[in-house]
Nanobody
Framework: QVQLVESGGGLVQAGGSLRLSCAASGSTVSISVMGWYRQAPGKQRELVAVIRRAGSINYADFVKGRFTISRDNAKNTVYLQMNSLKPEDTAVYYC????????WGQGTQVTVSS
């Protein structure tokens, strides 16, 4: 079992920045991939970025050049630095971890005002 706790969401003006954190606990040695997804009202959950234990990264096209994912394996924590935020980035952001199955955090709200 893996437990994920996100933090760092909030309200920010367009063009601003936020940093999300996700701390994993439990069977963290089994985690191969951690990542961030988001879900806006009325829309499906979508991939934002993932990072593998070996360090390879994938980003959704809509965040390339604006968001950066990073991972501290010693702290079992993954971060999402979000810069140049846009109103369309408004969503609940979920942390995920793959450890045999997919685990999800409770989500953190990010609201970008225009």
């Amino acid at each position: 079992q893996v437990q994920l706790v996100e933090s760092g969401g909030g309200l920010v003006q367009a063009g601003g920045s936020l940093r999300l954190s996700c701390a994993a606990s439990g069977s963290t040695v089994s985690i191969s991939v951690m990542g961030w997804y988001r879900q806006a009202p009325g829309k499906q959950r979508e991939l934002v970025a993932v990072i593998r234990r070996a360090g390879s990264i994938n980003y959704a096209d809509f965040v390339k050049g604006r968001f950066t994912i990073s991972r501290d394996n010693a702290k079992n924590t993954v971060y999402l630095q979000m810069n140049s935020l846009k109103p369309e980035d408004t969503a609940v952001y979920y942390c995920s971890a793959v450890a045999g199955t997919v685990y999800w955090g409770q989500g953190t709200q990010v609201t970008v005002s225009s």
